[in-house]
């Protein structure tokens, strides 16, 4: 959904763009406009004194010109957050072999993920988060090591183990797994 309406947004404001772009080239290069145009020729401006000053004495004009502005910085800071974000996947469709499909919820998939991923030996923490689309998941697995921990078996594990379990129960051919390796910091030792 969103990135239907970012495509049809970004489209509006290309066409908009290009519309307005285009016929003030072509009338400063001496196309007559339509006599309904913003401007009339070659040596028109956009915005005129008389109209640049027409509402500056008014007691309502730059409060609702200073509202204007903070809601369209506010709304492009909204769009912005929202395509930056990614997505969590709801839900997976696993391939039952009849033809049809079964929904499993994307929570419970990401909560065995970091059960198994947390209860591999060194690791202190696991989290997992599914994106991408229903039927091809992407996950991504942060884990936090303990300091003993060795990365290559913890890595190991969790390939061989959780993930290659996680695939084959949800009938995946392929996961896609970003995997981020932290080291948690430990105290020092006293010695007596």
Known sequence: MLRTVNRVLLGLAGLVLVVLGGSVLAVGLGVRPPAWWIHDGRHDVLLSDAGRTRWRDAG???PAVIAVLALAVLLALWWL???LRRPRLAEVL???G???GALLRGRALEDVLTAEAGALRGVRDARAVLTGRRR???ARVRL???PHADPAETLTGLTAESLTRARDSAGLETLPTEVRLR???H???RVN
């Open 144 to 146: 936090r090591l303990e």
């Open 60 to 62: 309502w004009w730059w």
């Open 136 to 138: 091809a998941p992407e």
């Open 81 to 83: 957050a929202a395509v």
């Open 187 to 189: 105290a020092a030792e």
């Open 183 to 185: 080291a948690a910091r």
């Open 98 to 100: 009849d033809g049809e």
């Open 94 to 96: 696993v391939d039952t």
